[in-house]
T-cell receptor, first 114, second 113 residues
Framework: NAGVMQNPRHLVRRRGQEARLRCSPM?????VYWYRQLPEEGLKFMVY????????ESGMPKERFSAEFPKEGPSILRIQQVVRGDSAAYFC????????????FGSGTRLTVV | DAKTTQPPSMDCAEGRAANLPCNHS???????VYWYRQIHSQGPQYIIH???NNETNEMASLIITEDRKSSTLILPHATLRDTAVYYC??????????????FGKGTKLTVNP
């Protein structure tokens, strides 16, 4: 998974706090995707972004969750007022346009809400 | 919303070929099939993808049926390090410029010594 950098690897937040997850795509990749994985489940699509644009956020919860991919810097997945049900592994993937070379995933951020 | 069906688990002897089946009977003509694997809780690792032709790379072979309703991933000589959850995935393009991988539940492959 070298190339797509996610940080932090582990994040602990108390209920009601904010969580910020960062993703730096592979060099030359302009498309970023966020997925969430609950224990013992497959990955669920959340949002697809290109630089400064949200292309598809159909998998994002309607409240408390937001994502951005600014012109400069990493993509950010932000969760406000976290609840215990937000505890999960959050993976970021990146691709060049078209995705025909495959999508490269990062190592994920494991969020624990206490 | 998953467009793929896989057996939940499979076993394979070390050194033998592992053949992992996948059904995707509702796949559309322009939707690609991707295979990824996840070892422990690491990020998914790309293995191979294809549209209608069989594909081979240094990791595996992908056999897609002529009607495209199913496919098989073949690991020719499984090793203990191939123990992982293998996901057969359809890449969908729902419109508006969007594209995404739709994961199912995957197959837990255990390679035994």
């Amino acid at each position: 998974n070298a190339g797509v950098m996610q940080n932090p690897r582990h994040l602990v937040r108390r209920r009601g706090q904010e969580a910020r997850l960062r993703c730096s795509p592979m060099k030359g990749h302009s498309h970023v995707y966020w997925y969430r994985q609950l224990p013992e489940e497959g990955l669920k699509f959340m949002v697809y972004l290109q630089k400064e644009n949200i292309i598809d956020e159909s998998g994002m919860p309607k409240e408390r969750f937001s994502a951005e991919f600014p012109k400069e810097g990493p993509s950010i997945l932000r969760i406000q007022q976290v609840v215990r049900g937000d505890s999960a592994a959050y993976f970021c993937a990146s691709s060049p346009p078209g995705g025909f070379e495959g999508y490269t995933f990062g190592s994920g951020t494991r969020l624990t809400v206490v | 919303d998953a467009k793929t069906t896989q057996p939940p688990s499979m076993d394979c002897a070390e050194g033998r070929a592992a053949n992992l089946p996948c059904n995707h009977s509702t796949i559309s003509g322009n939707e690609y099939v991707y295979w990824y694997r996840q070892i422990h809780s690491q990020g998914p690792q790309y293995i191979i993808h294809g549209l209608k032709n069989n594909e081979t790379n240094e990791m595996a072979s992908l056999i897609i049926t002529e009607d495209r309703k199913s496919s098989t991933l073949i690991l020719p000589h499984a090793t203990l390090r191939d123990t992982a959850v293998y996901y057969c995935i359809v890449r969908v393009a729902p419109g508006g410029g969007s594209e995404k991988l739709v994961f199912g539940k995957g197959t837990k492959l255990t390679v035994n010594p």
